[in-house]
């Protein structure tokens, strides 16, 4: 066994100890070491990207064996990393939403009286984090799922469908960790952090698809491509920026600075695709949520693969 591999195996042994995992990531000044992080992240100094990379491949499993080249100029600029051409495939059948990014799946289920959970036995409400009561009135009954991105992930994400983009709105908010062990411990934890709400239609029903990607410690700083803005959490721009943005189905949509989360809202018509179960991984371009038909969309109102309520 290697010295990096030991090393790895007991910063996991470490991580898996909850209350210091949640003590170390929480409970520190978040928004100073998310800002300090920002600017760290940028130095185009070779020393200091070359030790910062090496210490990031301790903490995670950092996937660069599909990234469109190896040679970054700092740490920020290997976060950001483009895919090379072929490193995924996007699904093309036209009933499915594949998915925006690479994820492990986390809750999800259908959206109830306005409440849907962020863990097992964590609920929240969506008025909460959508903040405008007219998208909540559109997603009631609908499918959320919720796509959690680790630190060594592609952190690019993409369009799920042809779709149109209508509005997003920026929420300022704190930096809370989001892995599970956070989630189980703060409630309304995706209200309180920054995060976008990308409202989108589907350009072959016109119905409501929304994004809602969030930040989280030393991430909060997000690019949309297709509007040329940064959020972060310096940002004192308009909170609401319409949009007319027409994107198809696997087209860049923007990039987070880290890990983090992103939570999909789909139409009560589509539910998880065979596989899609809390745990598991997926890429971005795999099937996500399946449109069903007019015949089988009496089927029951919770979905069968997620346990929400607990």
């Known amino acids: ?32 070491a998310t800002q300090f992080m920002g600017w760290f992240s940028h130095i185009e100094q070779p020393l200091v990207r070359d030790a910062s990379i ?3 491949k ?16 700092s740490l920020h600029d290997c976060f950001t990393r483009e895919l090379r051409d072929g490193a995924r495939t996007v699904d093309a059948d036209p009933q499915q939403l594949c998915s925006p990014c690479d994820a492990i799946v986390g809750a999800g289920g259908r959206i109830q009286n306005g409440i849907v959970y962020q863990a097992k036995g964590f609920p929240y409400r969506l008025q909460d984090l959508l903040i405008d009561p007219d ?10 799922l919720t796509l959690r991105l680790t630190a060594g992930m592609y952190h690019r994400f993409h369009a799920p469908q042809d779709l149109q983009v209508k509005r997003v709105t920026y929420v300022s908010g704190d930096t809370w960790n989001v892995n599970p062990i956070a989630l189980r411990r703060v409630e309304r934890l995706f209200c309180r952090n920054e995060r976008a709400v990308i409202e989108t239609t589907l350009a072959a029903t016109g119905a409501a698809l929304t994004l809602v990607p969030v930040a ?25 920026i319409p949009c007319s943005a027409t994107l198809s189905r ?11 989360t992103i939570l999909v809202f789909a139409p009560a018509n589509f539910r ?12 971005m371009g795999e099937a ?9 969309s009496s089927s029951p109102h919770a979905s069968p693969r997620f346990n929400d309520r607990g």
């Open 54 to 56: 090496a210490v990031w």
């Open 58 to 73: 301790l903490f995670s499993d950092l996937e660069l064996e599909d990234a469109k080249t190896t040679r970054f100029r």
């Open 216 to 240: 989280a410690i030393l991430v909060a700083s997000l690019r949309l491509s297709f509007a040329d803005i940064r959020l972060h959490l310096r940002y004192r721009g308009p909170n609401v």
């Open 135 to 144: 998208l909540v009135a559109r997603h009631e009954g609908g499918q959320y």
């Open 288 to 296: 996500l949520l399946r449109e069903v038909r007019a015949a089988t």
């Open 1 to 32: 066994m290697t010295l990096r591999s030991t090393l790895r195996m007991s910063l996991s042994a470490l991580a898996a100890q909850e209350d210091l995992n949640f003590l170390l990531t929480n409970r520190i000044p978040r928004r100073w």
């Open 250 to 260: 696997g087209e860049q949509m923007g990039w987070f600075e880290h890990g983090s």
């Open 272 to 283: 998880p695709c065979p596989g899609i179960v809390p745990g598991a991984r997926v890429r």
